[in-house]
């Protein structure tokens, strides 16, 4: 029995190798990308489950809370009208309403404007006195009048998970005088039940989630209620739901497990329903049919692999059997003669290739008989255009390139020019076309080589044709081996020419180029600079080159910076900025500058090419024009513009915070008699003081304008949130100023000049001051505000404070100058 021959270098093996190869690289292919198509489809579908499930449940969570916060807006419009009774009064209209109690399973509350509990259902939780104003829900109830849903927290009373949602009480008048809430124990059975009550599929969740305080409000597993998310920057995923993100995504969870999620707001309370499945049970099918795509891949390549075999090993045979016959002629002595043709395949046009292959050979051996026309082939070989003379000068050989070249400048259909063929004195016709005097030089060298006077010659002219411009190089070599004669050699060297032009034309344009520019190793080391690189830096170029470009570090960038201008260098190829060098003389400046590499044909990195431009001029400009546009150019403070665009970000980050801000409107009293009588100069110089006092009376963090004339802003920022104390800490700014203010100025005095007359001069303010959050509705309201403040403290007298609040009444504070 005859087993198959598995032996590695046989034809028949390596074929079905190579054909195995394709056939397992190609199924497992697709087996691969069925599998990630699969898994995509699985996930995405699944992904649009969750979904669908937590929109059905944030809907209905949703639903409920606004049921809930109606039933509280109903109960606090029935006691608006209750705000003079006493407090059992309250308590009896409260345990009246037995509607709450079936809707929070925590109790009612009732609290009074300063945030105590005055009544209590039922009453046995004892909440009755407790003062509830630093719960989020009741504040923004008593101060904001807003209809709010709390935060999760471990209440005071039950010691356990709870939330609250209250509504303001309002008089008659829409005064807020109270407010009631409702609890809703967590670790009892409650609506959101519907939500943590069950499971999805057979190990998901479902969690209630409030992403302000990244906490869990609710889960289908009870223990964990309260329990707090993974910190920022821990999980990209669940920082993309916390930040409002409302979809599905696959991550990994605290524990280690992969876990694919999906998430829907609850917009009454900011709130997210997020629906949770383990990875392992979501993609537990895809992976049963990747199994059997598996299975059936392996079952097929070892099946194609043995047809292979088999199939090659019989189509083969006659080329097998022809191998061995060559083999056979090989060791013979005698000529081999032409193979018989088996049948008409690609085997047998093998053998009839190697047929044709044994008449061509036997050609080629009586062409080698003949050294000229072995001679004649080697000339054709050569690329340039090659012509043997004789002693005389006469053509005796060409190449075929020289006739090419004859045909195609001035031949006639296909016949070589008659002044360059065989048997034509090449002296009487050299020159022909060219310029006379290249043509006489060309003359008088072959005739020197020809006469050994010359061991060589050598010249370059153009040759142009209608169509292009053309550079030659004529090489004239004495024949060897006694024979008298020449050979010549014309070569095309136009790529060399234009090369060298284009290198001519660099050097010029780095040597004359205005901006710097630096050439340096893929080392960083400096290899060549150009002269205004020189004039630009103050360094000569003998004292850069073979130095490293760190020398001119200002200092003004961090390690951060370069580190990724380097990357920005490798990952593409160059970088483009705006940089601080320092000069020779240790002046900083400022560059705009271009980084490219210089890459090798294999690409790799040879030459760093640097070019910069100094913007000193352009960055003084911008400065001076960004100057113009922000502040005031007597007192260097913030101008109008500049004041509105810090007051509208003031506003906003008082509504992001909760802490107010005030406003101070100030106006010089008396301060045109000063202009009229002494003068603009003198009026100026006495705004510039009253500019230098103000920036002394307040933080960094304030903001101080001049809004034109005798007219200044006081901008105070981040006040404590509690009102009374923002409110009392404003009128001390505004005191402070006014007694600063109120001190004597010396005006028209200089130092240098001890004999000019000086002016003692004494002014007060009137000051108009106003409080502001981020309910105001824009900053041009706080403005008019606090210029209606100043009109009133005018009218109470020189050297007034008038402070308005929006929630409280108007007072009036005087003050009189220090002194």
């Not at 829900?137 to 709870?162: D, N, Y």
């Not at 509208?648 to 009588?677: C, V, Y």
């Not at 007034?800 to 009444?809: C, E, M, N």
Request: neutral net charge; glycine residues 10%.
């Amino acid at each position: 029995m005859n087993l198959p021959d598995f032996r590695w270098r046989t034809l028949n093996t390596r074929i079905t190798l190579v054909t195995l190869l394709i056939f397992v690289v190609s199924i497992w292919s697709l087996a691969l990308y069925a599998s990630s198509i699969l898994r995509e489809d699985m996930q995405r579908l699944m992904g649009e489950q969750q979904s669908s499930a937590a929109t059905i449940m944030a809907a209905s969570v949703n639903d409920d809370l606004a049921e809930r916060l109606h039933a509280l807006q109903v109960v606090a419009a029935t006691l608006g009208g209750t705000a003079g009774r006493d407090r059992s009064a309250l308590q009896g209209l409260l345990e009246r309403q037995p509607v709450l109690a079936d809707l929070f399973n925590g109790g009612v509350v009732i609290v009074d404007a300063e945030g105590t509990a005055v009544a209590d259902v039922p009453r046995s939780m004892g909440r009755i006195g407790f003062n509830y104003m630093e719960r989020d829900h009741v504040a923004a109830a008593l101060r904001e009048g807003r209809s709010t849903v709390g935060r999760p927290v471990i209440g005071k009373k039950l010691s356990a998970p709870i939330f609250a949602m209250s509504v303001p009480i309002r008089d008659a008048r829409g005064s807020v005088v109270g407010a009631i809430f409702g609890v809703t124990d967590l670790s009892k059975p409650n609506f959101i039940d519907k939500v943590a009550g069950n499971v999805y599929g057979r190990t998901g969740a479902y969690l209630l989630v409030a992403p302000q305080q990244r906490l869990i409000v609710a889960a289908s597993d009870k223990s964990r209620i309260m329990e707090t998310l993974p910190a920022s920057g821990v999980s990209a995923a669940i920082d993309r739901f916390v930040e409002g993100y409302e979809g599905s995504a696959v991550f990994r969870t605290s524990d280690g497990a992969d876990v694919l999620g999906s998430a829907r707001k609850i917009a009454l309370a900011g709130w997210f329903v997020w629906v949770a499945l383990p990875v392992e049970e979501a993609f537990a099918p895809m992976r049963a049919v990747q199994q059997r795509v598996l299975v059936a891949a392996i079952m097929l390549t070892l099946f194609a692999g043995g047809l292979t075999w088999v199939v090659l090993r019989r189509q083969l045979a006659p080329m097998l059997n022809t191998v061995k016959t060559l083999a056979a002629f090989s060791d013979a002595s005698h000529v081999p003669h032409p193979l018989p043709v088996v049948r008409r395949d690609e085997v047998g046009e093998l053998i009839g290739g190697f047929n044709r292959l044994l008449d061509t050979l036997s050609q080629r051996e009586r062409a080698v008989r003949d050294s000229r026309v072995f001679v004649q082939g080697v000339l054709d070989s050569v690329p340039s255009q090659i012509a043997v003379l004789d002693g005389q000068g006469v053509i005796i050989a060409v190449n075929e390139p020289w006739r090419r070249f004859a045909i195609e400048n001035g031949g006639a259909a296909g016949a070589a020019a008659p002044n360059t063929g065989v048997g034509t004195n090449y002296l009487s016709v050299c020159g022909e076309g060219e310029s006379e005097r290249s043509g006489g030089e060309a003359n008088a060298g072959i005739r020197a080589v020809l006469e050994g006077r010359s061991p060589g010659f050598s010249l370059e002219y153009p040759c142009h044709s209608p169509r292009e411009q053309r550079w030659f190089q004529m090489t004239v070599s004495p024949l060897e081996g006694g024979h008298k004669g020449v050979v010549v050699v014309h070569s095309n060297i136009t790529a060399r020419k234009l090369a060298d032009d284009r290198l001519r034309l660099a050097a010029s344009v780095f040597t004359h180029a205005d901006e710097g520019i630096v050439l340096t190793s893929a080392t960083g080391r400096i290899i060549e600079v150009n002269d205004a690189f020189c004039r630009i830096t103050g360094y000569s170029r003998e004292e850069v080159l073979g130095r490293n470009p760190r020398i001119f570090k200002s200092g003004r960038h961090d390690d951060a910076f370069y580190a990724e201008l380097w990357r920005q260098i490798t990952r593409e190829g160059s970088w483009k900025g705006e940089i601080w060098n320092r000069r020779k003389n240790g002046d900083v400046y400022p560059e705009q500058k271009t980084i490219s590499t210089v890459r090798d044909g294999s690409g790799l990195v040879r030459h760093y090419l640097a070019l910069g431009s100094d913007i000193t001029e352009r960055k003084n400009m911008e400065d001076q024009i960004r100057r113009l546009a922000f502040y005031d150019p007597l007192t260097n403070l913030a101008n109008r513009r500049l004041f509105h665009d810090r007051a509208r970000q003031a506003l906003a980050g008082s509504k992001r915070t909760g802490r107010p801000g005030a406003l101070l409107f100030i106006d010089l009293d008396n301060f045109k008699p000063l202009n009229d009588t002494h003068g603009h100069d003198i009026g100026d110089q006495l705004l510039v003081e009253v500019a230098q006092r103000l920036q002394k009376c307040v933080r960094e963090v304030d903001t101080v304008a001049r809004f034109g004339g005798d007219e200044f802003v006081v901008m105070l920022c981040e006040l404590p949130s509690d009102s009374a104390e923002s409110r009392r800490q404003a009128a001390l700014v505004a005191q402070k100023i006014l007694a600063r203010l109120s001190e004597p100025y010396v005006l028209g005095i200089e130092p240098a000049a001890p004999g000019v007359r000086k002016i003692e001069h004494r002014c007060s303010a009137s000051i108009g001051v106003t409080l502001f959050t981020g309910g105001d509705a824009n900053e041009d309201a706080v403005i008019k505000r606090a210029d209606a403040a100043m009109y009133q403290a005018k009218e109470a007298g020189r050297g007034a404070i008038r402070v308005v609040d929006p929630d409280a009444g108007p007072s009036v504070q005087e003050a009189k100058a220090v002194g």
